[in-house]
């Protein structure tokens, strides 16, 4: 068998369950878009929840079975219907988060003449042990298919995580004035005041932090997208509800309320603040291509499982911080996650370190390669003739 470059016209179908929160879809929507707008293939999105889909993608219509946005295909996946017997399997088969294909379909896989190329991609993680299973297959117990493991993630070895092609010009040519203007409806904000992104789940560390930035010295201004942490905001400045296009203010602190933030538009706010709290996977990755200092409020899941990956994400980006900064940015993200209070003042003293340490991390990150090319090369490494 002779390998063969990937093939521009190539067929793939992505499989999203939403689980919880927009982490899972908001990723398999990324991947989508880049497979078919950057490598030209052509991109079937399976996804069971479409409600929470069209606040990731307004011209996405809950009520359709079947329609095209952006170039991709968008089935509502309802088990048994669209199960493999009446579709034709692509080349390309990814499996997001081990969302458990139909039988029905990995059956009609089974029986394509050209296996396809199936894929599992799996939740990122900066762990050293990702790269020891990237690209791992794991054939079928009954069916002659194997399935790789693609393991996104932040150093060598590793899936990488997305980034678009065109992000760094984006970025770069970002007109932050126009932003504020348009977004928020006021000036943007003089360089005395220090901007924040606030995207989190429900967070019992947020009163205290806000505490801080209202008892302050220097003025604080924070961006906080509607959510699950905008009834903590209503509570603190004693609002029945703390809504798109809302503000307020006491003391140091002044907040406003964006509507929910589609996915397009949301590294724009990235860009805007001077740093950004992020949440769950999606965000945590666009954080990173920002270049600006970030927090991670990470998925919470049982038993603390989640702090090894905390950590590791930690050692990754604070790695070339002096021990100094390094000690107090751990001390805040994990108080952040649970572990204590808070101290934004020790956190950000060290502001001009961290803004140096963000540029230097994303240019490190992009030397992983990025998720869509690196699957795009393991898929091509799979085919044959």
Known sequence: ????????????????????????????????????????????????????????????????ERQVAMGVTIEHWREPSHAGDTLAIPDVVIEAFACELPHAYIAAMARRDA????????????????????????????????????????????????????????????????????????????????VVSLFAYENPAVDALLAQWRDGDEPVVVLVPEGRISGALARFFGMPKFAAGMSSRAGALRAHALGFVEQPRFDELLWAADIN???????????????????????????????????????????????SARDAV???????????????ADFWRHRPKLESCAARWAKELADVGDLAGNLVAHVASRLVR
């Not at 291509?289 to 994400?313: C, G, M, R």
Request: aromatic content about 14%; some cysteine; charged content about 25%.
């Open 277 to 323: 709290f992020v949440r769950g996977e999606d965000s945590f990755v666009r954080a990173q291509w920002a270049q600006k200092p970030f927090v991670w409020h990470i998925y919470p899941q049982a038993d603390d499982a989640h702090l090894p990956k905390l950590d590791a994400a930690l050692a990754h980006c604070t790695r070339t911080l002096d021990p």
């Open 115 to 194: 296996k396809p190329v199936w894929i599992n991609l799996e939740y990122l993680s900066g762990e050293d042990w990702v790269a020891d299973f990237h690209m791992r297959p794991s054939p079928h117990p009954r069916y002659p298919l194997d399935k790789s493991f693609f393991f996104p993630g932040l150093g060598e070895g590793t899936g990488g995580v997305l980034k678009e092609r065109d992000l760094d010009t984006r970025r770069e040519q970002f007109d932050a004035d126009a932003w504020w203007r348009e977004r928020i409806g006021i000036e943007r904000p003089g360089g005395g005041e220090t």
């Open 1 to 64: 068998m002779t390998p063969r470059s990937a093939d521009p016209e190539l067929a793939c179908d992505i499989f999203c369950a939403v689980v919880d929160n927009f982490g899972d879809i908001g990723v398999c929507w990324r991947l989508a878009r880049q497979l078919h707008a950057e490598h030209g293939w052509r991109v079937r999105l399976y996804v069971d929840d479409l409600k929470v889909f069209h606040a990731l993608c307004p011209e996405v219509d809950a009520t359709l």
């Open 330 to 344: 751990a001390r805040f993200w994990h108080a952040w996650n649970g572990a204590g209070v808070p101290d934004w």
